[in-house]
């Protein structure tokens, strides 16, 4: 009758350092779960702000189209009265003028341009007329492109923290596993093994920014 083959002995210190090491890995494992949703969260509220900033740019670059139109009407009202000599329906439209049309008109109207032919067709040039919310949709955009480049940073640290995550779910399934292995070899590579992977974790883990 053969004989059971006998189980080679385990060295003392190995079973508690699993369980050490898997303790210490599982609590890793959580804080690296929590990061990564604490940072996908804040990319996902970026992006949102970008989208909000975009489309605030987008609807006031439209209005001010818009009130250029309505401006442009009245200037060709106020040239067509002062054309046939009715300075008085001029004025009357010309009081009409927004803040940013009035210095325009009278920098155009200046230049003397119904004499002169150098001059500007209208006062909706550069350097005479600032449309309504330029400076507002440049600070949209600009706000937008940066939300949205620190959104990209941010989910890219929800990846990182993921991928320390799985990192660490494979250090506590090899250290779990370790001790089973009847060979001392295949015992002590599987927790080397496992060691080694939850130092690599453990320095990404440490270089990674938290929320």
Same mark, same amino acid.
């Given at each position: 009758?053969?004989?059971?083959?006998?189980?080679?002995?385990?060295?003392? %210190?190995?079973?508690?350092?699993? +369980?050490?090491?898997?303790?210490?890995?599982?609590?890793?494992?959580?804080?690296?779960?929590?990061?990564?949703?604490?940072?996908?969260?804040?990319?996902?509220?970026?992006?949102?702000?970008?989208?909000?900033?975009?489309?605030?740019?987008?609807?006031?670059?439209?209005?001010?189209?818009?009130?250029?139109?309505?401006?442009?009407?009245?200037?060709?009202?106020?040239?067509?009265?002062?054309?046939?000599?009715?300075?008085?329906? @001029?004025?009357?439209?010309?009081?009409?003028?927004?803040?940013?049309?009035?210095?325009?008109?009278?920098? %155009?109207? +200046?230049?003397?341009?119904?004499?002169?032919?150098?001059?500007?067709?209208?006062?909706?040039?550069?350097?005479?007329?600032?449309?309504?919310?330029?400076?507002?949709?440049?600070?949209?955009?600009?706000?937008?492109?940066?939300?949205?480049?620190?959104?990209?940073?941010?989910?890219?640290?929800?990846?990182?923290?993921?991928?320390?995550?799985?990192?660490?779910?494979?250090?506590?399934?090899?250290?779990?596993?370790?001790?089973?292995?009847?060979?001392?070899?295949?015992?002590?590579?599987?927790? @080397?093994?496992?060691?080694?992977?939850?130092?690599?974790?453990?320095?990404?883990? @440490?270089?990674?920014?938290?929320?």
């Amino acid at each position: 009758m053969d004989e059971a083959p006998l189980e080679t002995p385990k060295w003392p %210190w190995f079973e508690p350092s699993c +369980a050490i090491l898997m303790a210490v890995a599982s609590v890793a494992t959580a804080w690296c779960s929590y990061q990564s949703s604490c940072w996908s969260g804040e990319s996902g509220g970026l992006e949102a702000h970008a989208d909000k900033l975009q489309r605030q740019a987008i609807a006031q670059h439209h209005e001010a189209r818009q009130i250029e139109a309505i401006q442009m009407r009245l200037v060709m009202e106020v040239i067509d009265a002062r054309m046939e000599g009715n300075e008085k329906l @001029a004025s009357y439209y010309a009081d009409r003028f927004t803040d940013e049309l009035k210095p325009a008109y009278e920098k %155009w109207i +200046a230049l003397n341009p119904l004499e002169d032919r150098t001059a500007p067709p209208h006062p909706f040039v550069p350097g005479f007329y600032t449309p309504r919310f330029e400076q507002e949709i440049r600070d949209a955009q600009a706000g937008a492109v940066k939300a949205e480049a620190e959104a990209g940073v941010a989910g890219h640290v929800a990846s990182s923290y993921l991928g320390n995550t799985v990192s660490l779910a494979t250090v506590i399934l090899f250290a779990a596993t370790a001790e089973k292995f009847n060979q001392p070899r295949v015992r002590g590579w599987s927790l @080397a093994f496992a060691i080694c992977l939850f130092l690599f974790a453990a320095v990404r883990t @440490a270089l990674l920014p938290i929320i």
